[in-house]
């Protein structure tokens, strides 16, 4: 069976969209069956990790969401006989889904807050915690609705991790600070500056960028200089462990957030982009706090939310079991029984 994924990643787009599909992608692949990649933007990193696990990619030179990509995509997947079409960015709405239909494709469309103004895909897809059916009120009436962390994507690396157990420190030491794949306004720097300002002895924190980060030399100067140590990281492949490591993160408000509830990793949310702004709110308080949008926070303000999250053993004994009871690491199961079931 062949999956054609039509996704794409930048630093103006992030990484996200691409990272989930990557999730679904291997648990497809798996099971024995092949996986197309189509992409319109140039991500040579990201690329070369797909090939690396046996994903097909075509570059697909075109104006992104266009009816002419809806067409080209389309094609392809008729070429590779494709059994499903899986569509994720923000730049694709109601009309390139139908074009999708009309080639009489089986069409997952993954959304974040119901962009399109119309829905045709045979299945949606939101894994957010405010996904509801109101966001979908105008879509076909074969639509199926995928709504909530249930579904979460998360990559294989996590999957050994299920039913793992989280040991809490009496103050917490080790920080992580994961602010996305592209991070093009570089708060990842305010981050580390605030975090020179939080008063307790003995921290050390791993700082992990993707490769679409312009600053990365900025931020290696940042972190030789830090009081506490500092280990900078790119293009990981072994986050979990890295989670795992840590007592507390610092995230953006994507997609990592519902990683860091199956690992138990309590966090400070800082908002980057506006679709990020009703998780982080539905999630503050409950696997982490919501610190606003970055260009709003101070760094003395990250240093006294850090401080007041390190020292809190029970506030973060709370998000832990919240983050759990959350996210379970089986959506990626779940969203390919109904690929199976259709």
Not at 117 to 133: F, G, R
Not at 318 to 342: S, W
Request: proline letters at 3%; one cysteine or more; hydrophobic letters at 40%.
């Amino acid at each position: 069976m062949k999956l054609l994924i039509r996704v794409d990643a930048s630093t103006q787009i992030g990484t996200g969209h691409l990272m989930r599909c990557l999730a679904l992608a291997q648990a497809w692949h798996d099971a024995g069956n092949q996986v197309i990649f189509v992409m319109a933007t140039e991500a040579p990193d990201l690329i070369n990790r797909l090939k690396s696990e046996g994903m097909e990619v075509i570059y697909l030179p075109i104006e992104i969401g266009s009816a002419e990509d809806a067409k080209e995509t389309a094609k392809l997947a008729r070429q590779f006989d494709a059994n499903w079409v899986v569509v994720d960015g923000y730049q694709f709405g109601a009309r390139y889904q139908e074009i999708i239909k009309e080639f009489e494709l089986k069409l997952l469309f993954i959304d974040d807050y119901g962009h399109a103004k119309q829905y045709h895909a045979d299945i949606v897809l939101n894994q957010n915690i405010h996904a509801h059916e109101g966001l979908y009120s105008n879509r076909q009436p074969y639509t199926e609705l995928l709504l909530g962390t249930s579904y979460s994507l998360l990559r294989r690396e996590f999957w050994q991790w299920q039913g793992w157990q989280r040991s809490l420190p009496l103050i917490a030491k080790k920080l992580l600070v994961t602010l996305g794949g592209a991070d093009p306004d570089n708060v990842t720097l305010k981050v580390i500056e605030g975090l020179q300002k939080v008063e307790v002895e003995g921290l050390e924190a791993v700082v992990v960028v993707g490769g679409s980060n312009p600053h990365f030399e900025q931020l290696r100067s940042a972190s030789q200089e830090s009081r506490f140590p500092i280990q900078l990281k790119r293009n990981v492949t072994n986050m979990p462990e890295l989670m795992a490591w840590a007592d507390v993160a610092v995230t953006a408000g994507g997609s990592t957030c519902w990683e860091l509830a199956f690992m138990g990793l309590p966090s400070l949310i800082v908002i980057l982009a506006d679709n990020q702004q009703s998780s982080a709110k539905k999630l503050s308080g409950v696997t982490g706090k919501n610190l606003g949008w970055h260009e709003d926070i101070l760094t003395s303000e990250i240093a006294a939310a850090a401080s007041e999250l390190i020292t809190s053993t029970q506030t973060r004994l709370e998000m832990v079991k919240r983050g759990q009871e959350l996210v379970d690491g089986k959506g990626t199961d779940r969203v390919l029984m109904c690929f199976y079931k259709q």
